[in-house]
């Protein structure tokens, strides 16, 4: 695959990016295979952060809801 870049990017008045000169790369070449793998690394699915979060949430919403409960009661009197 091939991509664009930009060798020389000016900045003009307004503050649009222009380009006086492209380059054509191949675009394996500029990623690494161990930047690649790092990648996916990140962005797969973690089943133990996912509960972490799930359970950090709803443990939250039920608090503001109990809270919110003890509120109203205490309103009424």
Same mark, same amino acid.
Not at 19 to 27: K, L, R, V
């Given at each position: *695959?091939?991509?664009?870049?930009?060798?020389?990017?000016?900045? !003009?008045?307004?503050?649009?990016?222009?380009?006086?000169?492209?380059? *054509?790369?191949?675009?394996?070449?500029?990623?690494? *295979?161990? !930047?690649?793998?790092?990648?996916?690394?990140?962005?797969?699915?973690?089943?133990?952060?996912?509960?972490?979060?799930?359970?950090?949430?709803?443990?939250?919403?039920?608090?503001?809801?109990?809270?919110?409960?003890?509120?109203?009661?205490?309103?009424?009197?």
């Amino acid at each position: *695959m091939k991509i664009l870049i930009c060798d020389q990017p000016v900045i !003009d008045g307004s503050g649009y990016v222009q380009c006086t000169s492209w380059q *054509m790369a191949d675009y394996e070449s500029l990623v690494q *295979m161990s !930047d690649f793998n790092q990648l996916v690394d990140l962005l797969r699915f973690d089943p133990a952060l996912f509960a972490m979060i799930t359970g950090g949430l709803l443990l939250s919403f039920i608090g503001a809801h109990v809270t919110g409960l003890i509120v109203k009661t205490l309103n009424r009197t």
